[in-house]
């Protein structure tokens, strides 16, 4: 992962998931979704303040739900909200940068197909028996709305950083994937499917 984010953010996050950890953690990721469906309306209407402000509380509640999570004691609902509601929420704020006019619309499907496929390929190779994929890949969810942010930010002094940091997605987000894809084949090039194991 290039900025690690998930990495630190559990220490930082820790005393508050602690003092949430009644409220259920679905709460946090629907939150979630609501501040990335903002920032989409942010993106559209070229409101700078309101992309960068509410791109913080997507990733601040992005992390806070899986912190809560893991204090609640993960289940199998709340690992599939949390899923498919980043991917709905990924949606929109790659939809509203190319609506809003930061971006082509080949370079921002191009993001798109590499977001929706790392998200995907991880839970595709996790299905198959591998017990956890984090950290394998340069550009995970946990890495893409941080460098949004931060090309948000640095669009306040230079007009072209959003596009730019939609190169830096375009081209990180397809590489994680090829990076799965490779570990995926060494990881169960030797081992036999479940069907021919029975013959």
Do not use: C
Not at 27 to 36: E, K, P, R, V
Not at 43 to 64: A, G, P, S, W, Y
Not at 162 to 182: D, E, S, Y
């Amino acid at each position: 992962m290039l900025l690690q984010v998930k990495k630190f953010s559990a220490k930082l996050l820790r005393p508050l998931a602690k003092k949430l950890v009644k409220i259920p953690a679905n709460y946090f990721t629907l939150f979630g979704l609501i501040s990335a469906v903002i920032s989409f309306f942010g993106f559209i209407f070229n409101h700078l303040i309101i992309i960068i402000i509410f791109l913080f509380i997507t990733e601040f509640f992005d992390q806070l739900d899986g912190v809560v999570a893991r204090l609640q004691g993960p289940t199998i609902l709340g690992g599939f909200l949390d899923s498919t509601l980043d991917r709905i929420g990924d949606f929109f704020l790659f939809i509203g940068v190319i609506l809003g006019g930061y971006t082509t619309i080949e370079i921002g499907l191009i993001v798109l197909i590499g977001a929706f496929l790392t998200s995907y390929t991880r839970a595709k190779i996790e299905a198959l028996g591998v017990d956890n994929l984090y950290g394998v890949g340069i550009l995970e969810r946990t890495d893409r709305v941080p460098i949004l942010l931060i090309g948000a930010i640095l669009h306040i002094w230079f007009p072209t950083a959003i596009w730019w940091t939609m190169i830096v997605l375009a081209i990180g987000t397809n590489i994680t994937v090829i990076q799965r894809i490779i570990f995926a084949y060494h990881e169960f090039s030797k081992k036999k499917h479940p069907q021919e194991l029975k013959l």
